[in-house]
């Protein structure tokens, strides 16, 4: 684990994860963990967010899923958005560009769970490479990525229209429970040849290798 990461870990607060409610995430055992059951007899679980293995655990000591499952008993708490707004720049979209399109969807899907409110949801954002936090109208957080799925790279010479008012900043000045998810790299590439000839913008800086 990058110092980095185990730094912003250690200032997450620990609490019995028991006490947390339903959707709550909190990261434990190297993993985060989404609370999935909640109830006053003790039938308390949480799962592994937004993984390919389907591992659950008991949050509840001695409790009767205790028998069955692994518990977890505590946990550091992620924080969380009042409200979608909380993701917006000075009133305008906030704008991240990331290495790979599995990153930047994981990082739209966090967000999104890390929201109080009910309404938001991600989406592909029109024909361009990126994902939108949005409730239908407003658009919240943008993620560019600059490669594929399939490994094939992007083109973002739309973020070079100054037009769009955008701000875009390298994934890794984005929050830093980000740097929590699997798929999590520090790794930046330089322009991709698809933008190569375009000019280099000097204001702002150019995440993505401008």
Known sequence: MQPEVAAYIA??????????????????????????????????????????????????????LARHLP???????????????????????SVFVFPTETLALDAAYLDVALIQRSGPYVRQQEALPAFAVTDGIHLFRLYYYRESAHGRPTDLSSLRDRRAGFRPRAHTEGPGYWRLLPSWTEHTRQL???QQSLPPVLDPPDPYGG
């Open 192 to 194: 991709d040849t698809t």
């Open 71 to 93: 518990v977890v008993q505590r946990g550091r708490v992620l924080p969380v958005y009042r409200s979608q707004n909380d993701l917006l720049e000075d009133g305008n979209s």
């Open 11 to 64: 200032e997450l607060p620990e609490v019995r994860t028991s006490r947390l409610p339903e959707g709550a995430l909190f990261w434990a055992d190297g993993a985060i963990y989404q609370v999935s059951e909640v109830d006053a007899r003790g039938y308390q679980k949480a799962r592994l967010w937004r993984h390919q293995e389907h591992r659950e655990v008991a949050l509840v000591p001695g409790s009767l």
